[in-house]
């Protein structure tokens, strides 16, 4: 009679401690492992992998930065869509190329979690209508299965190209 296994979800943290205790028990019962046995692991949270950095990398290196004179209009727009993403930018410039969920972008630029989505809702429109030769927003974006993070939130992050670019344009900004 063949035998069946049945799938446990055991916390990252302790996954390697309770693997050696089974392995223990049931080589005390007298299993033998099974050839060409394949190890399953599920997770949550964000494993450090190779694909996540490569999809962090390749999520950043597709962004095209904005112009230092969009990046100023920006700046000084007055409308709610662009204060809030001038907000967000500040918030990223102080993570460059870290990617950064909703959650995080609301809580350290004050805005409230609802009003940065609605922020990004409206990017689209906005950019099309007020920087209509920009090709991408200003910051990179990414699905947290792409870069290994959870999925759900929107992920943001500032290029180290336009990080430069935000300073010159916030320098502008100040020298007038």
């Known amino acids: 009679m063949p035998t069946t296994y049945i799938p446990h979800l055991i916390p990252a943290e ?93 809580a350290e630029s004050g805005m409230v979690v609802n009003v940065w989505r609605s922020a990004c809702r409206k990017m689209t429109v906005h950019q099309r209508a007020t920087y209509p030769d920009e090709t991408s927003w200003p910051l990179a974006t990414a699905s947290g299965r792409d870069i290994g993070e959870p999925t759900g939130p929107l992920y943001v992050a500032i290029t180290p190209e336009q990080a430069n670019r935000w300073a010159e344009a916030n320098a502008r900004i100040g020298q007038r």
């Open 14 to 106: 302790h996954y390697g401690d309770i693997v050696d205790l089974i392995r223990e028990r049931l080589e005390a019962l007298g299993f033998e492992p099974t050839p060409g046995a394949v190890e399953i692991r599920l997770t949550t949270g964000a494993p450090e992998t190779d694909q996540a950095v490569r999809g962090t990398q390749v999520a950043l290196d597709e962004h095209t930065p904005w112009s230092v004179e969009n990046l100023t209009a920006l700046i000084e727009n007055p409308t709610a869509t662009s204060q809030r993403w001038r907000k967000a930018i500040d918030v990223c410039a102080s993570h460059v190329g870290e990617f950064l969920p909703t959650e995080t972008i609301a």
